[in-house]
């Protein structure tokens, strides 16, 4: 049986406008962006993709049209009509039998609560007759604009978030659970959520990969981004996470990807920025 390959990937599209007038973007060149990252997606050898930061109705129209050939099967959260929803997707080449959204009862900082639905999107997937994978697509608050993502009031609200998705997990006593996405933590910035995970019986295949092969590891938020124009305080960070919990598979390769600039921008197409000002971090998993 070929292997499976999960990716998580947060694409940071999010742009705050009113009347066609952006009034805040972490990242620029969204629309250069998101067709890049369409293309790259296209010809990926994935079979789970978990996308976070997929904010605007367009955006997510554009993703479900273009994918529907490598993905067949999608989930996602309703997009209200007042905010920019919660940004989660989740696509497969397996088929989704179960696909829900559970908002966050801390929802994180005011201006996050304002634009953006942060929760948790869980998809039940079917492998084949013996195998069902239960996937958490997951976005812990930030800290949003007000906040230094380890201020203490965010890392409470954060570990708010952890306790309700570890309270769902078990309480639906499911197995091969894989959790993953943008967690805002990791073991050298907001370390105390993340240890939060890890104690909560959490694998971090990434980092248990890295150590058993003795392989360096790469940082997802990277202030070398090209698209950090004004350089982040908060440093280069491990901050997106694949996490496995009561889990049959055994990890055959995992590493950060989408390092590359490879998104043409400007008049003379000579710029290049990379995807998204996040790296994506894939897993191949042993069936």
Same mark, same amino acid.
């Given at each position: 049986m070929k292997p499976l390959t999960v990716l998580t990937f947060n694409a940071g599209l999010l742009d705050v406008n009113l009347i066609g007038l952006s009034? &805040?973007?972490?990242?620029? &060149? $969204? *629309? *250069?962006r998101v067709r890049a990252i369409i293309e790259t997606l296209k010809g990926y050898p994935a079979d789970i993709v978990a996308l976070? *930061? @997929?904010y605007l109705r367009k955006h997510h129209q554009f993703f479900m049209t273009e994918l529907v050939q490598s993905f067949p099967y999608k989930a996602f959260s309703e997009m209200p009509i007042l905010n920019w929803g919660s940004g989660l997707m989740t696509f497969s080449k397996y088929p989704i039998v179960e696909g829900r959204f559970t908002p966050f009862t801390e929802g994180g900082a005011l201006d996050e609560t304002i634009f953006a639905k942060r929760g948790i999107l869980t998809t039940e997937i079917i492998i084949n007759k013996r195998l069902k994978l239960s996937v958490f697509n997951i976005h812990l608050? %930030? /800290? /949003? @604009?007000?906040?230094h993502m380890e201020h203490p009031l965010v890392q409470q609200k954060r570990s708010k978030q952890i306790k309700q998705m570890v309270n769902m997990i078990d309480q639906l006593e499911v197995k091969n659970v894989i959790m993953l996405g943008d967690f805002n933590s /990791?073991? %050298?910035v907001s370390s105390v959520n993340y240890n939060e995970i890890l104690k909560y019986g959490f694998m971090d295949v990434y980092d248990v990969f890295c150590r058993s092969t003795k392989s360096q590891m790469e940082n997802t938020w990277d202030i070398t981004n090209p698209l950090h124009i004004s350089k982040p305080s908060v440093g %280069?960070?491990? $901050?997106d996470h694949i996490f496995i919990k009561k889990c049959t598979l055994d990890i055959l390769n995992t590493q950060v990807v989408f390092k *590359?600039? $490879?998104v043409q921008i400007g008049s003379n197409k000579k710029k290049t920025v990379t995807l998204s000002d996040h790296y994506g971090l894939e897993t191949t998993f042993k069936l």
């Open positions: 009034l &805040f973007k972490p990242a620029a &060149f $969204i *629309e *250069e976070q *930061e @997929v608050t %930030s /800290g /949003g @604009v007000l906040y /990791g073991p %050298s %280069s960070h491990r $901050i *590359e600039a $490879i």
